[in-house]
């Protein structure tokens, strides 16, 4: 649980499901405007990264090293090194993921902060709900053995697609989130992290492909109404 006003920082090491639409830099907008947290972000992202390669660069273990983190975020290819089976991708076998969040799980203890598993929304978007499924469940699992927190966004992503099929949260592409999405994803990342119902958020997004996280990244506003649904949809999940 963060207090109110303690500094907290943060460190994201992901792919562009992590870096899209600013999501960390929302965040920091989430905990300011709504609990004047002083939240520090920081990552190391590459598109397309599984967490194997991140680990070999040793760019994201330097970062890690390099101050003390209270929580690092690690989010896996939306695919697990997803297999092709009649023209379709689908969720790969989950042994490098689990054997690269182990190895990324004891330098974090070593450095003496607290792993949080980002799962991404692949798949619901192209129509493959089952994939998406049976994703987040190796990341609950997981997440459940090695004791750590998890955001679940396929739950509430396909939960959202239930209540309002309507409200696109995709990209063109059907497999990443649009501006909304995000903001239903920092939603879940602000309920973990506060403890607390994603409520009276600000209603603005952000729209950024940008693997650095960038200061002013354009700003994209939100009806209360779409606000009010997807703080809903976050405050369902577990």
């Known amino acids: 649980m963060v207090k109110k006003n303690n500094p907290l920082s943060i460190l994201f090491i992901g792919n562009s499901f992590s870096y899209y639409h600013a999501l960390p830099k929302l965040l920091v907008l989430f905990a300011q405007a709504t609990d004047r947290a002083n939240l520090m972000v920081d990552g190391v992202f590459r598109g397309g990264a599984t967490l194997k390669m991140l680990w070999d ?34 969720v790969g076998k989950p042994q490098a993921f689990i054997s690269y969040v182990t190895r990324f799980d004891k330098e974090i203890k070593k450095a003496g902060a607290k792993m949080i598993l980002y799962c991404p929304p692949a798949f619901l978007g192209t129509g493959a709900p089952h994939d998406a499924q049976k994703m987040q469940a190796i990341y609950v699992k997981l997440a459940r053995r090695l004791r750590v927190m998890v955001v679940p966004s ?85």
Do not use: C, M
């Open 57 to 90: 660069e040793g760019k994201a273990l330097k970062k890690l090293r390099s101050r003390n983190w209270d929580y690092v975020v690690l989010q896996e290819r939306g695919r697990l090194g997803g297999i092709i089976k009649d023209d379709v991708v689908h």
């Open 154 to 238: 396929v739950a509430a992503f396909l939960l959202a697609s239930q209540k309002k099929p309507t409200l696109n949260l995709y990209e063109p592409d059907g497999y990443h989130q649009n501006s909304l999405g995000t903001y239903l994803i920092a939603s879940l990342f602000y309920k973990k992290l506060f403890q607390k119902p994603a409520y009276n958020l600000p209603l603005q997004s952000y729209v950024s492909r940008s693997q650095q996280i960038s200061k002013k990244p354009k700003i994209v506003k939100l009806s209360e109404t779409d606000a009010r649904f997807l703080w809903s949809i976050a405050n369902q999940i577990k």
